[in-house]
Nanobody, 124 residues
Framework: QVQLVESGGGLVQAGGSLRLSCAASGRTFSSFAMGWFRQAPGKEREFVAGITRGGGNTYYADSVKGRFTISKDNAKNTVYLQMNSLKPEDTAVYYC?????????????????WGQGTQVTVSS
């Protein structure tokens, strides 16, 4: 079992930055690929970024490429999402997710564990 707890959300003006953190329980964090997803009101959940279990490979949705950076610290059991140049359309609840696998999926259905989410609101 893995428990995930996100933090770092909040209200920021367009063009600003936030860093989300996702702390994981358990001693096998290094075996898990991690992903960040988001869901805006009235919209489906969408993939934002993913990282392989060792942190060597990262993947991004086109909408955030060049602005967001995912990273993973296996010593601290934590995955981060650095969000720069935020836009109002980035407003959503952001979730981290984990799956014990070699690659990193980009579909929510392929992840086994989820956090409770953290709200990010970007004002114009």
């Amino acid at each position: 079992q893995v428990q995930l707890v996100e933090s770092g959300g909040g209200l920021v003006q367009a063009g600003g930055s936030l860093r989300l953190s996702c702390a994981a329980s358990g001693r096998t964090f290094s075996s898990f690929a991690m992903g960040w997803f988001r869901q805006a009101p009235g919209k489906e959940r969408e993939f934002v970024a993913g990282i392989t279990r060792g942190g060597g490979n990262t993947y991004y949705a086109d909408s955030v490429k060049g602005r967001f950076t995912i990273s993973k610290d296996n010593a601290k059991n934590t995955v981060y999402l650095q969000m720069n140049s935020l836009k109002p359309e980035d407003t959503a609840v952001y979730y981290c997710a984990a799956v014990r696998t070699f690659g990193v999926p980009n579909k929510g259905s392929e992840f086994d564990y989820w956090g409770q989410g953290t709200q990010v609101t970007v004002s114009s």
